[in-house]
Nanobody, 121 residues
Framework: QVQLVESGGGLVQAGGSLRLSCAAS????????MGWFRQAPGKEREFVAA????????YYADSVKGRFTISRDGAENTVYLQMNSLKPEDTAVYYC??????????????WGQGTQVTVSS
């Protein structure tokens, strides 16, 4: 099993930045893809970004391209999401996910508990 714990969420004004972290523990050697998803109130969960084990393959949702950056520290089994130029529509609970294969938008085997990001206008 793999456990994922997110941190770094909070309240920020529009145009600001936040950095989310997700630390993996357990059978981390089995993880290939790590990704971020988000779910806004009343909406379905949506894909945000994903990165492969080596970091060579990275994918972003169109809505965050150019503003968000996903990165992965293999030694620390941690994935980050640097979010710049935040907009009120980025407000959501952000979830970290991990999978044993190359998943991109899913399905993923493991999920974190989520961290709230709120962007005020």
């Amino acid at each position: 099993q793999v456990q994922l714990v997110e941190s770094g969420g909070g309240l920020v004004q529009a145009g600001g930045s936040l950095r989310l972290s997700c630390a993996a523990s357990g059978r981390t050697f089995s993880i290939y893809t790590m990704g971020w998803f988000r779910q806004a109130p009343g909406k379905e969960r949506e894909f945000v970004a994903a990165v492969s084990k080596s970091g060579a393959r990275i994918y972003y949702a169109d809505s965050v391209k150019g503003r968000f950056t996903i990165s992965r520290d293999g030694a620390e089994n941690t994935v980050y999401l640097q979010m710049n130029s935040l907009k009120p529509e980025d407000t959501a609970v952000y979830y970290c996910a991990a999978d044993k294969s190359f998943a991109v938008a899913g399905p993923y085997d493991y999920w974190g508990q989520g961290t709230q990001v709120t962007v005020s206008s």
